[in-house]
Protein backbone atom coordinates (compact mmCIF):
# COMPACT_ATOMS: atom_id res chain seq x y z
CA UNK A 1 0.00 0.00 0.00
CA UNK A 2 1.09 3.72 -0.87
CA UNK A 3 2.43 5.40 2.43
CA UNK A 4 2.03 8.81 0.50
CA UNK A 5 -0.11 11.13 1.76
CA UNK A 6 -3.63 11.75 0.02
CA UNK A 7 -4.36 14.71 -1.41
CA UNK A 8 -7.88 15.56 -0.93
CA UNK A 9 -9.17 18.83 -0.40
CA UNK A 10 -12.54 18.41 0.39
CA UNK A 11 -14.78 15.70 2.39
CA UNK A 12 -18.76 15.76 2.13
CA UNK A 13 -20.31 13.27 4.39
CA UNK A 14 -23.37 14.94 5.20
CA UNK A 15 -26.59 12.90 6.04
CA UNK A 16 -24.92 9.82 6.59
CA UNK A 17 -25.79 9.15 10.34
CA UNK A 18 -22.89 9.01 10.92
CA UNK A 19 -22.15 8.31 14.72
CA UNK A 20 -19.10 9.07 17.10
CA UNK A 21 -17.17 6.25 16.30
CA UNK A 22 -17.72 7.31 12.62
CA UNK A 23 -16.46 10.54 13.49
CA UNK A 24 -13.12 8.89 15.04
CA UNK A 25 -12.60 7.17 11.88
CA UNK A 26 -13.10 10.21 10.02
CA UNK A 27 -10.09 11.68 12.10
CA UNK A 28 -8.29 8.48 11.46
CA UNK A 29 -8.69 9.33 7.33
CA UNK A 30 -7.60 12.74 8.01
CA UNK A 31 -4.27 11.03 9.31
CA UNK A 32 -3.86 10.33 5.75
CA UNK A 33 -4.26 13.48 3.66
CA UNK A 34 -2.53 16.68 4.16
CA UNK A 35 -4.18 19.09 1.93
CA UNK A 36 -7.86 18.57 3.74
CA UNK A 37 -9.36 22.49 3.86
CA UNK A 38 -13.05 21.60 4.01
CA UNK A 39 -14.87 18.95 5.98
CA UNK A 40 -18.89 18.68 5.75
CA UNK A 41 -20.07 16.70 8.54
CA UNK A 42 -23.65 18.52 8.90
CA UNK A 43 -27.14 16.43 9.71
CA UNK A 44 -25.36 13.36 11.09
CA UNK A 45 -24.75 11.91 14.97
CA UNK A 46 -21.95 12.99 16.08
CA UNK A 47 -22.43 14.15 20.18
CA UNK A 48 -19.32 15.19 22.19
CA UNK A 49 -16.98 11.96 22.20
CA UNK A 50 -16.91 12.25 18.42
CA UNK A 51 -16.33 16.58 18.55
CA UNK A 52 -13.71 15.95 20.75
CA UNK A 53 -11.95 13.93 18.52
CA UNK A 54 -12.64 16.09 14.85
CA UNK A 55 -11.11 18.87 17.34
CA UNK A 56 -8.36 16.62 18.72
CA UNK A 57 -7.23 16.13 14.47
CA UNK A 58 -8.88 19.84 13.01
CA UNK A 59 -6.00 21.36 15.59
CA UNK A 60 -3.38 19.68 13.70
CA UNK A 61 -4.62 20.85 10.45
CA UNK A 62 -5.43 23.51 7.99
CA UNK A 63 -9.05 23.39 7.82
CA UNK A 64 -10.68 26.34 6.13
CA UNK A 65 -14.12 25.20 6.30
CA UNK A 66 -16.28 23.23 8.71
CA UNK A 67 -19.90 22.39 8.50
CA UNK A 68 -21.22 20.46 11.54
CA UNK A 69 -24.67 21.56 11.79
CA UNK A 70 -27.34 19.25 12.74
CA UNK A 71 -25.47 17.31 14.98
CA UNK A 72 -25.32 16.90 18.95
CA UNK A 73 -22.38 19.05 19.56
CA UNK A 74 -22.84 20.93 22.79
CA UNK A 75 -21.07 23.17 25.48
CA UNK A 76 -17.11 22.87 25.69
CA UNK A 77 -17.36 21.31 22.25
CA UNK A 78 -18.08 24.63 20.97
CA UNK A 79 -15.98 26.61 22.13
CA UNK A 80 -13.34 24.78 21.30
CA UNK A 81 -14.32 24.89 17.37
CA UNK A 82 -15.17 28.45 17.56
CA UNK A 83 -11.76 28.87 18.77
CA UNK A 84 -10.30 26.77 15.71
CA UNK A 85 -7.80 29.00 13.64
CA UNK A 86 -7.62 29.43 10.67
CA UNK A 87 -10.81 28.03 9.81
CA UNK A 88 -12.47 31.21 8.11
CA UNK A 89 -16.06 29.48 7.97
CA UNK A 90 -17.91 27.24 10.68
CA UNK A 91 -21.79 26.66 10.49
CA UNK A 92 -22.94 25.03 14.07
CA UNK A 93 -26.45 25.53 13.18
CA UNK A 94 -28.93 23.60 15.56
CA UNK A 95 -26.08 23.26 18.02
CA UNK A 96 -26.98 23.43 21.60
CA UNK A 97 -24.88 26.15 23.45
CA UNK A 98 -24.91 25.01 27.07
CA UNK A 99 -22.01 23.26 29.18
CA UNK A 100 -24.27 19.99 28.58
Known sequence: MNKQKQQLATLI???????SVG???ICGLMEQTATLQ????????????GGQALVNQ??????QKLDCDNNQLTGTIL???LQMTPIQRLH???????DA
Open 13 to 19: LADNKIS
Open 23 to 25: AQQ
Open 58 to 63: IKKRKI
Open 92 to 98: LVKSTLS
Open 79 to 81: ADL
Open 38 to 49: ELQLQNNDIDNT
